[in-house]
């Protein structure tokens, strides 16, 4: 998380750690601490492109350790689940109310397909998708289909390899920072998996 440290950071960072570690399955592989940890250092990043505000940038962080802390309890809905369990630690800490919305509209905008409206809800999905843009996209790829075939059955590499690439292909990133740094590197993985494809 860098040098970042603003005040309620600390207080959500060692409650989200705790609730994954609670809640820890093998199964879970690719929405793990690590995605987390990932997700937070690009909204991070992405954050201080744009300047934004302390009090913003902590919001967006605070959305960025929960957004997926309802996967834990399921698959379903888990945005809807993680802004839940966000909504009940921020109101058990007496943070002021429309904090909390903007924290739970953030996790709510990740849900895919996305649709975020405001600025820190655009930062957050794109940093939630930062991994179409990365290196390391093939592995990441490759531990999301394990990790969705050990909850719904095998699913033949040909197929996942057509959906990741429709998907892929589809995607625009919201901010325009991410659009003109991340969408040549995404373009690389397209092609990439147009290799394999064909």
Known sequence: MGNFNLPFLD????????????????????HNID??????????????????????????????WFHDTGYYLGCQN??????????????????????????????????LPQKPT????????????????SEHFLKKSQLLLHEISLRTGEISQKKWMMDTLDFISAHTYHTEYCQRKLGPLQKKNVDLLLSKVD
């Open 118 to 133: 405001t600025l820190l809800e655009k930062i957050l999905c794109d940093a939630d998708l930062f991994h179409l843009s």
């Open 35 to 64: 995605h987390t940890l990932e997700v937070v250092e690009a909204s991070e990043m992405i954050g201080h492109q744009y300047k934004i505000s302390d009090v913003d940038m902590e919001t967006l962080l605070i959305a960025a």
């Open 11 to 30: 207080k959500t960072k060692e409650f989200v750690a705790g609730f994954i570690g609670e809640n820890f399955s093998e199964k879970i592989c690719y």
């Open 78 to 111: 888990h945005e809807e689940a993680s802004a839940k369990i966000a909504q009940k630690f921020l109101q058990s800490h007496n943070i002021d109310s429309n904090i909390i919305k903007q924290v739970t509209n953030c996790i709510l905008s990740t849900k």
